[in-house]
């Protein structure tokens, strides 16, 4: 399921790239390697030739090759995924994703390796990030999935004096998508109304809720009166 989040004042995600070990070298020995490996927990290593990033070899790889022979013998079996400088963190961690990895290498725009992203210090940005970070009330609605808008959704909240941290589709299939919003201020009740005007359904419960409040007490008074 494709997600799609947006988060304000965030910190530069470049800020994690890090040089803590060396890119391998595609002359360094198959021994040498799988001894790296077995010393760290990476899943993949990026590996350069002549300083150029050519590919990612895996850890589940190297226990198969040849201890004699050396990295570059291997180069048809590497993995060529990377990230660049450019890109945001929810692109950086699509590449996590799509790759299972715990490290990505990172490019410039002219390609040349930088360093990599570790998976652990990306999910640290994520932490730190408002919508996790900033206390704020979640809101989850449902609209129809040509009519979604992420625009629409920010007009809403902040038509109402709401302040919006962060959204993200927490659900979707081919008719409708559900979407997780945060927001720190602003009247819930009136926000809640305005996505109701929009035609959201509100999947979420909330005591701020007049609609809710109003069906719930003709129930009980209708309730009341068929027990007369």
Known sequence: MHQFFWIENMTEITNYITNDFKAIDSQESIVAVRNFFDELTFSHFPVIEEEIYIGSIASDDIDTFDITKKVADYRYSFERFFARTSMIWLDVLEVFAK??????????????????????????????????K???????????????????????????NGKLLGLFVSDS???????????NIGAMNEII????????????????????NTLKERSDYLDKYLNI
């Open 99 to 132: 790759n299972h990895t715990n490290l990505v290498p990172v490019l410039d725009e002219r390609n040349k390796y930088i360093g990599y992203y570790e998976i652990e210090d990306v999910m640290k940005f994520f932490h730190e990030t408002p919508f996790l």
């Open 134 to 160: 900033e206390p704020g009330r979640i809101i989850i609605v449902r609209k129809g999935i040509l009519d979604y808008s992420v625009s629409q959704i920010s007009q809403i909240v902040e038509s109402n």
């Open 173 to 183: 299939d081919t008719e409708s998508i559900q979407v997780t919003i945060k927001i």
């Open 193 to 212: 109304q305005s996505f109701r005007r929009y035609n959201y359904e509100i999947i979420s419960e909330h005591p701020e809720d007049n609609y809710i």
